[in-house]
């Protein structure tokens, strides 16, 4: 059973790429879309040839905007952030970007959102991730709550939030990475992804969590003594080519919309197909084989009383 054999080394590689996520999300630090800070994005596409970017920079430093964002987007769009615009700068600003009409251009979007109500978006985007990961605590301590040996129904769940926290962090330092060289933004499809991974990756983590349960009631029902090792080995190699099947067939889908699909569901579609990939090995790797230590502290307890 190599993965349990050699578990250690996956910890280490894996607590490895957790730490990068953290030092990507820390000091790479992704913008928030207008969503969650509130101001004005507008988006436009020129006809013909787009302007250089110091030039438009130009253009709209000169009408006295705060720091706006400004930024390529596709092969002749321009995507500018900047604070709440009335309609009166508004219209400045398509001005200048047109340089007064002398530039043909089309203006595909303009959204325009308050701070509080942006900073309301994001508190509630924190309850629902901080909800769902409560709520599947809970759950799983109810479901394995026949579970008492070698290690508690609460420790399941406890391993279960560990891998959900894990599976978080890396797809999002890799979207860290990703916006430092695209400029893409948090938005609410982001939070929408992360939810999905969140689901996902539970799902991989209780089935091979129920087969461990189901060989430990076997067992006690026959009366037979099996190390807790070739238990948790059993319940992943058991498992092991329904959850590959799956990520497979879920990865295959996310790369078809990354692909084929539009320039709004890209990044979406890459948060979710890096959060497919994490939630698989998570559960393979380090969910399960987080049992056994577990199971040996539960164990060194009960010899100490």
């Given at each position: 059973m190599p993965i349990i054999t050699?578990?250690?080394?996956?910890?280490?590689?894996?607590?490895?790429?957790?730490?990068?996520?953290?030092?990507?999300?820390v000091f790479i630090r992704p913008q928030l879309s207008i969503e969650f800070t509130g101001g004005s994005?507008?988006?436009?596409?020129?006809?013909?040839?787009?302007?250089?970017?110091?030039e438009v920079r130009e253009r709209v430093h000169a009408?006295?905007?705060?720091?706006?964002?400004?930024r390529e987007s596709g092969e002749r769009n321009i995507t500018i952030r900047t604070r709440t615009l009335s309609p009166e700068e508004h219209d400045q600003l398509l001005a200048a970007l047109s340089n007064d009409g002398a530039e043909a251009m089309t203006e595909l979007r303009f959204n325009s959102i308050g701070p509080s109500l942006g900073n309301?978006?994001?508190?509630?985007?924190?309850?629902?991730?901080?909800?769902?990961?409560?709520?599947?605590?809970?759950?799983?301590?109810?479901?394995?709550?026949?579970?008492?040996?070698?290690?508690?129904?609460?420790?399941?769940?406890?391993i279960v939030v560990a891998i959900l926290i894990h599976d978080i962090i890396v797809p999002t330092g890799f979207y860290a990475v990703w916006n430092y060289f695209t400029g893409a933004q948090i938005d609410s499809l982001f939070v929408v992804a992360l939810l999905a991974i969140l689901g996902y990756s539970v799902n991989d983590t209780i089935v091979i969590f129920d087969r461990v349960r189901e060989h430990l009631r076997k067992n006690a029902e026959d009366e037979i003594e099996q190390p807790f090792e070739e238990v948790v080995g059993s319940a992943i190699y058991e498992t092991l080519g329904r959850s590959i099947n799956t990520s497979v067939t879920v990865i295959l889908a996310l790369v078809a919309l990354a692909v084929f699909g539009s320039a709004v569901t890209l990044n979406f579609s890459l948060v979710l197909l890096a959060g497919v990939v994490v939630g698989t090995y998570s559960s393979v790797l380090l969910a399960a084989p987080l049992l056994i230590p577990m199971a040996r502290l539960f164990a060194k307890k009960e010899e100490i009383q």
């Open positions: 050699h578990r250690r080394i996956f910890f280490i590689l894996i607590g490895a790429l957790t730490v990068a996520s953290i030092a990507a999300i994005l507008v988006e436009v596409a020129y006809e013909t040839e787009r302007p250089q970017l110091a009408l006295g905007f705060d720091e706006p964002s400004i309301e978006l994001a508190i509630k985007a924190l309850y629902a991730i901080a909800g769902v990961i409560l709520a599947i605590v809970f759950y799983i301590a109810w479901a394995f709550r026949q579970v008492s040996r070698p290690v508690t129904s609460w420790v399941y769940g406890f």
